[in-house]
């Protein structure tokens, strides 16, 4: 019987993902035509901000409750995620071009970040400079839309359609929708795989992690085809830099200042995170497209990574 409910429980937070997505990528190209600020600003920011709140709520219950291998897990694994599952998914089925001079940054500081977590927790723990490093690294993020936003010219809004106040709770609804749901799939899931005797580390980087990553997978596939895949990138390569600069610092100051990574993170989980980076960022500059050669590529890097993470771990 208690299966029976977190079966059912699991489906309605994934019917609520995928309908709060669906929901929340309309009313944030509205805002980014109405404003206009680039899409890739609107998915970097607003969009990446909203899509993350699963990660954040896990994370800091998962660290308050003592459990940094979740917490961990769930950051650093969402990233690899986000880049191995999300974006070459939307790669594969719909490549698009890049703007080099929106998209440069915000890849740049996402491989900044992931490298200074790695420099700075290699002792299996992560340092306070590290932490300090990171809200920086976030700053810059935040200071680097701004100045795009402010450069950016403005578009025509003559052709936008409906109410502010309409897409505003259309806005909210998709968000409460999203993180609601999200939070039905992961507890649900997480409740049926320690049935199984699934340990924690696992479940971290696995369930939780791609459960808390099923927002920006929703919304990316969904903006990708609406042919808005700038606001797609954009809100990949935000929730990564905002998983990496804002969920780890918090949970290091949560925990009293120094954050204890697993040896798994350390070995097998942050360097899939460098080169599934490096494989996101670097051929996307040089041809300026995210290309569907790629995507497969950043799938069998995913896959490869999952391979390693559980022969590691188990």
């Not at 291998?69 to 880049?83: D, K, T, Y």
């Not at 968000?175 to 507890?187: K, N």
């Not at 808390?212 to 990708?224: D, F, G, K, Q, R």
């Amino acid at each position: 019987m208690n299966i029976f409910i977190d079966i059912l429980l699991f489906s309605i937070g994934l019917i609520l993902i995928i309908k709060g997505g669906d929901m929340f990528v309309d009313s944030a190209v509205w805002i980014a035509e109405k404003s206009g600020i680039p899409k890739v600003i609107i998915g970097a920011t607003l969009v990446s901000f909203a899509t993350t709140l699963p990660e954040i709520t896990v994370s800091v219950l998962a660290t308050l409750s003592g459990s940094n291998e979740i917490a961990v897990g769930n950051s650093v694994g969402s990233v690899n995620a986000n880049i191995g599952l999300v974006l070459s998914v939307c790669a594969i089925f719909c490549p698009f071009v890049i703007k080099r001079r929106t998209f440069f940054p915000s890849g740049f500081l996402m491989l900044l970040a992931i490298g200074t977590i790695y420099v700075f927790s290699i002792s299996g723990r992560l340092l306070p400079l590290g932490s300090v490093i990171l809200v920086l690294i976030f700053v810059s993020f935040m200071l680097v839309n701004v100045n795009q936003a402010k450069q950016a010219p403005q578009q025509e809004n003559g052709e936008v359609s409906g109410s502010i106040g309409g897409h505003l709770i259309c806005f909210i609804i998709g968000v409460a929708a999203i993180v609601i749901g999200a939070r039905l799939l992961v507890d649900r899931g997480q409740s049926l795989a320690l049935r199984f005797g699934v340990p924690e580390s696992i479940i971290g980087v696995t369930l939780v992690a791609i459960g808390t990553s099923l927002p920006e997978l929703v919304t990316s596939i969904t903006a990708a085809v609406k042919k808005q895949g700038a606001l797609s990138v954009g809100n990949i390569l935000g929730a990564n830099i905002i998983d990496t600069t804002l969920i780890i610092p918090l949970c290091s100051f949560i925990s009293g200042g120094t954050l204890t990574l697993a040896p798994q993170t350390l070995l097998v989980d942050m360097p899939a995170s460098i080169v599934l980076g490096a494989a996101c960022v670097l051929p996307t500059l040089f041809s300026r497209r995210l290309m569907r050669g790629q995507g497969f590529f950043m799938v069998a890097l995913y896959i490869a990574y999952m391979f390693f993470m559980l022969r590691f771990s188990l």
